[in-house]
């Protein structure tokens, strides 16, 4: 890409502390992974970690767990953990950190490649920010500061967003480039979708409280017969996730699609032309062969619903967009044989 050419992108720049407490990091089952997931499915969103940034959550992984072992007093169970263990927490703990990029696709900046040392020796000699009288040792900051500027030099957006609680290091960004700042990742969805992670929790709510999930209606079945029977109830389901795709005009109804597994149980008998054996000459199944089971695992439904609010903002009804289209021969394997009378 030539210098200046527009992307036609929005970027998303993510700092340290949108991460929480240090010792608290949970890349595996919070909030940010759900507003992450719906962020790398619009190919006009990268999601930008610095280097430094990669840096400093390893390293207070890593200071965490050193602080967790030096506190433990009883030389008991000091005896117990041993180098080994310890070697194995911390590289487990990494590795989640590593998948947590790679799972939401988050883009690495190469700070060494991106950042100029003549950017920061001026900015600290002129005492610009982040290089204030008062907070000297901002080195850190000014590096990614450095990479960020540089790198948005090579690759152009249409908006830049900076996700950070620092005040010190928003001020001293704004001060090097246009950008929107966003002070929590829960809000983030709002400047894109126009709802909020909030607006995401209430549909999950009721999607699990209403278990609209366990409705057969969602359920189409896609088979090689007209005579196999598929007379099933859902026992029991897994949701895996759901999208808000957009908001009704009139803001009473969103469209979302949701993902997930389900267990199907009842009278079930599938004719299967793979095993069967066909007559080319008069154009028939000379032997059809069925099988059948009484309980079977779905997996990866996708169905879109509308989902309506009552007068009070929380939704009540829902209706079926588009239904969960199961190829059932795609299950054959996990049935048995029907042996017919």
Not at 137 to 156: G, H, Q, W
Request: hydrophobic letters at 35%; glycine letters at 2%.
């Amino acid at each position: 890409m030539k210098e200046g050419e527009s992307m036609g992108k929005d970027v998303i720049f993510l700092d340290t502390n949108v991460f929480g407490r240090k010792e608290k990091y949970d890349f595996e089952h919070t909030y940010r992974n759900n507003i992450l997931t719906m962020l790398k499915r619009y190919s006009n969103i990268d999601v930008v970690l610095p280097s430094i940034v990669v840096e400093e959550l390893r390293k207070h992984i890593k200071e965490s767990i050193d602080n967790d072992q030096n506190n433990i007093k009883s030389i008991y169970v000091k005896r117990k953990l041993s180098a080994e263990f310890y070697e194995e927490v911390l590289q487990e703990n990494l590795k989640k950190l590593d998948e947590f990029i790679e799972r939401n696709k988050i883009k690495v900046l190469d700070c060494e490649k991106y950042l100029k040392i003549s950017d920061v020796n001026r900015w600290y000699f002129n005492k610009e920010k982040p290089f204030e009288t008062s907070k000297p040792k901002e080195f850190p900051d000014a590096m990614i500061i450095s990479a960020i500027v540089n790198y948005l030099k090579e690759k152009k957006y249409s908006n830049v967003y900076i996700v950070s609680e620092d005040k010190g290091f928003i001020e001293s960004i704004k001060s090097k480039i246009n950008c929107i700042i966003v002070h929590k990742l829960e809000t983030i969805l709002k400047e894109f979708f126009d709802f909020s992670i909030f607006e995401y929790r209430l549909v999950e709510d009721f999607l699990r409280d209403k278990d609209v999930l366990k409705d057969e209606k969602l359920l189409e079945f896609e088979s090689a017969n007209v005579n196999d029977i598929l007379d099933v109830e859902i026992i029991d389901y897994k949701f895996k996730a759901c999208e808000i795709i957009y908001d009704q005009e009139d803001k009473e109804s969103v469209v979302v699609k949701v993902n997930y597994d389900a267990i199907i149980n009842g009278n079930i008998l599938v004719f299967d032309p793979f095993e069967s054996i066909y007559d080319e000459a008069d154009e028939e199944y000379v032997y059809p062969i069925y099988k059948t089971t009484n309980e079977l695992k779905l997996n990866n439904l996708e169905v879109y619903l509308e989902l309506f609010k009552d007068k009070n903002g929380d939704y009540k009804k829902y209706k079926i967009i588009d239904k969960a289209l199961v190829n059932i021969l795609e299950y054959l394997s996990e049935m048995k044989l029907h042996y017919r009378e």
